[in-house]
């Protein structure tokens, strides 16, 4: 299993520009998130989904777009870029009704936006 | 909404010695999962240990150890035997138990930044 798999890793924007950051993992988890991570301040959730086909708001998902067509993949879609949009973003899965009610995190894409 | 609060941004320990981090939180639930996660430079996530509000006994996995005072809405992580590979930054999060209905979201608190100075 590869777990949860972020791309890409890197990526510097311009201002206006938009972009998709892909997730997809291959442990048949129900549940999808995707947290921003800016220094000092923790992980904050942007959207996240219990379902393929249901997608719902975080803590701060002005500026981001989601969609949860299968079960594997969860993309973030950054429009319109600001640099009010750099930060590390993580991408997490979870089964849903575990008894554990862990997360499992992708590597993080750091994105720039200049 | 459920708060999480870690009011050490930084902490130093020597290698071999015990160290303990702080997190308090703020939660209406009865049901709930606490977790800790430990964010070395490389950025990946690990989850280092877990605690079930239901479950009176402290969660202990290995090296690691909690004190979980519920009334008190207290969950600090004890490292002992502290180690190079330990130093990262630690972060205390919360979740809804799933029995308890709603949203499942992981609440993280801002962290606890760790050296392990050798």
């Known amino acids: 299993n590869a777990g949860v798999t972020q791309t890409p890793k890197f990526r510097i924007l311009k201002i206006g520009q938009s972009m998709t950051l892909q997730c997809t993992q291959d442990m048949n988890h129900n549940y999808m998130y995707w947290y921003r991570q800016d220094p000092g301040m923790g992980l904050k959730l942007i959207y996240y989904?219990?379902?393929?086909?249901?997608?719902d708001k975080g803590e701060v998902p002005n500026g981001y777009n989601v969609s949860r067509s299968t079960t594997e993949d969860f993309p973030l879609r950054l429009e319109l870029a600001a640099p009010s949009q750099t930060s590390v973003y993580f991408c997490a899965s979870r089964v849903g009704q575990s008894n554990t009610g862990e997360l499992f995190f992708g590597e993080g894409s750091r994105l720039t936006v200049l | 909404a459920q708060t999480v609060t870690q009011s050490q941004p930084e902490m130093s320990v020597q290698e071999a010695e015990t160290v303990t981090l702080s997190c308090t939180y703020d939660t209406s639930e009865n049901n709930y999962y606490l977790f800790w996660y430990k964010q070395p430079p490389s950025r990946q996530m690990i989850l280092v240990i877990r605690?079930?509000?239901?479950?009176?006994q402290n969660a202990t996995e290995n090296r690691f150890s909690v004190n979980f005072q519920k009334a008190a809405k207290s969950f600090s992580l004890k490292i002992s035997d502290s180690q190079l590979g330990d130093t990262a930054m630690y972060f205390c999060a919360f979740m809804k138990h799933p029995t308890q209905g709603g949203s499942e979201k992981l609440v993280f608190g801002k962290g606890t930044k760790l050296t392990v100075n050798p």
């Open positions: 605690q079930e509000a239901y479950k009176q």
């Open positions: 989904s219990v379902g393929a086909g249901i997608t």
